[in-house]
């Protein structure tokens, strides 16, 4: 067992590092991307892009083309798209009325604080990462069923339809998934003990039908939300996870409930900014770094300036550090959201900031409070004809989540488990360091950094966007932000436009390999910072889209995957 361990754990870090640097591509120059008149949907893969499109075409809103769109990236992005995961969604009313939905998964109710350690209270590797015991319990399907039920307008069959034959009809591999469909191939015969669908040699140009998924969503039109949950789908699951020595129940399912939440909304300069709140750490830490560079003149330093970065990675140091201390799920600890938020606190801890020397971690802590208290995730965004606007992220959380494949049911299931701190001061697989606030415990909502967002101007709706990512995801939204905002760029330029990411520990600036000048690279390292272009060849994979000058829509899909925009 030792030995396979330590083969996980070899092939687990090889493939991320080459499933990665397989993405690094040359920038693509397109400088404006689609535009169209009244609707768009903007996603990993076209096919999901297309049947959310079809569905705004037939008459449907923003919240039906979410389902189909969810579920569609489901059947052809299997890497995250999911109904064995979970995720957040942002969203705005044609009448300006916002709103937050929290369909994150749960720990079952047989999970405990210290599952993932030995008898000398270390952290067994890969427990919490690979199989039946990294397995959150899953919250997709009843996220996408309470969207639709509270605001869509068309029935779960005409939305589910063209999913199902999706499914059966099958959809063209790209060279990028089969690439990672490959790489990750002896992992999932390792893990499931035998070939998946998704073995043997995919290329490029195949067509892969998933007859058992299209199954599944079959009973789901039928049966609705409880087929899942309650239903023959449900038992199918839960004595998968038996036989192989899982603890989710039928009982974790039945109990499973998605949470209407506030966002968490905050103005910058001219904008208002409209994110995610806890169990994702996305709206607060995006709050406490763009309160923190308000007072400074970004424009005037100039986009990706030696200035800018600074000023930048020294606020995300000092947001990823409280990040860690005092945020988790909402329903289990008190977390001090305003203070958090505050002038005062934040002006406070930029304090020490200085453009002369960089600030090392070492003398970096969270704040002072008294209480009184992935990345492999797919994200997409839609506005429809009548004016709402919905910003969808959702997860397995690692690349194939868990790598356990429910042949029967035809998913992959997650493994979020690893987004609970298994042992306080720990770091988890994106190198995120956790404490008590997001410690284990039933029916628990672990911490996400997922960042699905809106921005208003003048009262009007003006983007709304989000990326996969891990930890990087909230400063791509970020940079996406700003470079819209204080850079005047399209949004397909912001989208484009390259990256980096500090998230206190490890203390480095994480940069996109060869985007950067050597020059601009020594002059920060001059100032006492490191910069490692190896860990993150690609940062995020943003989707977006901007309401023009003109009223029109634009989108920006990313050029790091296969990402599309698509409307009328």
């Known amino acids: 067992m030792k030995k396979l361990l330590i083969l996980f754990c070899i092939v687990f870090v090889f493939l991320n590092c080459k499933n990665n640097s397989e993405k690094n591509v040359n ?3 397109n400088t404006v991307g689609l535009i169209t008149e009244k609707a768009m949907v903007v996603s990993a893969r076209v096919e999901a892009s297309r049947i959310g499109s079809a569905i705004l075409q037939k008459g449907g809103n923003a919240f039906d083309a979410m389902m189909a769109t969810e579920m569609a990236l489901a059947v052809c992005y299997p890497s995250a798209g999911n109904l064995g995961g979970g995720g957040f969604m942002v969203y705005r009313m044609s009448n300006g009325d916002v709103g937050a939905l929290d369909y994150r998964e749960k720990a079952p109710l047989a999970a405990s604080k210290n599952m993932y350690l030995d008898s000398l209270e270390n952290v067994i590797p890969l427990k919490s990462i690979l199989g039946e015991l990294a397995v959150g319990v899953p919250g997709t399907v009843a996220g996408v069923f309470e969207a639709q039920q509270k605001f869509g307008k068309l029935s779960v069959s005409e939305i589910l339809q063209p999913v199902i034959e999706l499914a059966k009809n099958g959809y063209v591999v790209t060279k990028k998934q089969a690439n990672r469909f490959n790489d990750y191939d002896s992992i999932f015969r390792a893990v499931n003990g035998k070939e998946v669908l998704y073995s043997k040699n995919k290329k490029a140009g195949d067509t ?10 079959q009973r789901i039109v039928l049966n609705g939300k409880d087929e899942f949950y309650k239903g023959e789908t449900a038992k199918i699951l839960v ?52 309160k923190m560079i308000e007072p400074y003149n970004l424009k005037e330093f100039g986009h990706n300036s030696i200035k800018s970065i600074q000023l930048l990675s020294e606020a995300e140091r000092r947001a990823y550090a409280d990040r860690n201390y005092f945020l988790g799920d909402p329903d289990f600890v008190q977390i001090p959201t305003d203070t958090l938020m505050s002038d005062t606190y934040l002006f406070n801890r930029m304090r020490n900031f200085s453009f002369e020397k960089a600030t090392p971690s070492s003398e970096v802590f969270h704040g002072n409070i008294e209480f009184v208290e992935s990345e492999e995730t797919t994200h997409y965004s839609i506005v429809d004809q009548f004016g709402n606007a919905v910003s969808v992220t959702t997860t397995l959380n690692n690349t194939f989540g868990s790598q356990l494949f429910c042949s029967e049911l035809g998913f992959f299931l997650n493994n979020e488990m690893d987004d609970f701190s298994s042992k306080p001061g720990v770091p988890n697989m994106f190198g995120l360091t956790g404490a008590e606030a997001n410690s284990i415990a039933p029916e628990k909502r672990m911490l996400s950094s997922m960042t699905p967002t809106i921005v208003e101007k003048d009262g009007k709706l003006l983007m709304t966007l989000g990326t996969p990512g891990g930890s990087t995801i909230i400063t791509s939204v970020l ?7 204080e850079f005047d760029m399209t949004m397909q330029e ?23 000048s050597k020059k601009l690279i020594r002059q920060l390292e001059a100032k006492g910072y490191t910069i490692n272009e190896k860990r993150s060849p690609v940062i995020g994979i943003v989707d977006g889209i901007l309401v023009t000058d003109d009223g029109k829509l634009e989108g920006g899909a990313d050029w790091r995957g296969d990402d599309t925009a698509i409307g009328f």
């Not at 989710?248 to 910058?268: G, N, Q, V």
């Not at 436009?497 to 520990?505: D, E, G, M, S, T």
């Open 208 to 217: 892969i039908k998933n007859i058992q998924l299209a199954k599944t969503l």
């Open 239 to 290: 004595d998968y996870l038996s036989e192989r020595g899982g603890i989710m129940t039928l009982e974790d399912l039945a109990k499973y409930e998605a949470i209407w939440r506030e966002p968490i909304s905050f103005k910058y300069k001219n904008i208002n900014i409209i994110s995610m709140s806890p169990p994702s750490s996305g709206g607060i830490c995006l709050a406490q770094i763009m």
């Open 27 to 29: 920038l693509k120059t």
């Open 494 to 516: 912001a989208v484009s436009a390259p990256r980096f990411h500090h998230q206190w520990l490890p203390d480095y600036i994480r940069m996109e390999p060869n985007k950067f």
């Open 479 to 485: 940079q996406t932000i700003l470079n819209v905002e």
